[in-house]
């Protein structure tokens, strides 16, 4: 389902936003973090560690896990007020991003927003490839059929790249709007899963649904906007 407001967007062009201009040289921004370097302003080191964000990763994943397993069908598939998307379909979009990661570190090429499948780019391609996927979900057991290798998948990443993660947050990655360092993708994909995460549950725990044991903001330096929009 495609809320009205992503109807409008799509019905646009779907334009690349944001976009930083600096001396005239357009930079299409996926994370805050770019945009700090472009000014020549640098984070905090103690909000990169590229290791702990990558856990933190792990730990959305999981949590949406649960979410998937415990709450119920008719409820994962009730649209969320103003937003109009489905919990299901924001768990899809959420895995989407997360399973790009792997292959990303390996091939230094990120393929989101895109559909890895066709090999198609862009914001667009994106949303259908998540409709796509959605449409094939028929059941709970459909949900964690494409939810759990992903969880499993990124765990399993971990444990064996984890020297390489360690040494080189810095490694560079090239994706549709740009390129940026593995530590800024991981920044990027942790807040694009844990806004998805918290628009979802926001919604869950207003219908009374009980919810995982994570506290966004416990996690290692991550920023959220104030509401859940």
Excluded: C
Excluded at 93 to 106: K, N, V
Excluded at 169 to 183: F, K, S
Aim: a negative charge; charged letters at 20%.
């Amino acid at each position: 389902m495609i809320s009205e407001q992503r109807g409008r967007w799509l019905a646009d062009g779907s334009p690349a936003v944001p976009t930083l201009v600096v001396d005239g040289e357009a930079h299409v921004l996926q994370h805050p973090a770019q945009a700090a370097r472009i000014l020549g302003f640098e984070p905090r080191p103690s909000t990169r560690d590229a290791w702990q964000i990558a856990w933190d990763i792990d730990a959305v994943a999981q949590a949406w896990l649960d979410v998937a397993r415990e709450t119920d069908w008719n409820v994962l598939n009730t649209p969320l007020p103003r937003l109009e998307r489905l919990p299901l379909a924001l768990a899809v979009d959420t895995m989407i991003g997360i399973a790009a990661l792997p292959p990303a570190f390996t091939s230094g090429w990120f393929h989101w927003p895109g559909n890895r499948r066709s090999g198609e780019t862009g914001d667009a391609a994106v949303v259908a490839y998540e409709a796509e996927i959605v449409a094939t979900i028929d059941d709970q057991d459909g949900l964690l059929g494409f939810v759990e290798p992903v969880a499993a998948g990124w765990r399993s990443f971990l444990y064996e790249h984890e020297n390489a993660i360690k040494r080189e947050p810095d490694r560079p990655v090239g994706a549709p709007r740009g390129e940026l360092t593995w530590v800024a993708l991981l920044e990027a994909q942790r807040l694009h899963a844990a806004q998805h995460y918290r628009q979802a549950t926001e919604f869950l725990a207003s219908l009374g649904v009980p919810l995982p044991d994570l506290d966004l903001a416990s996690l290692h330096g991550l920023e959220l906007p104030r509401t859940a929009y």
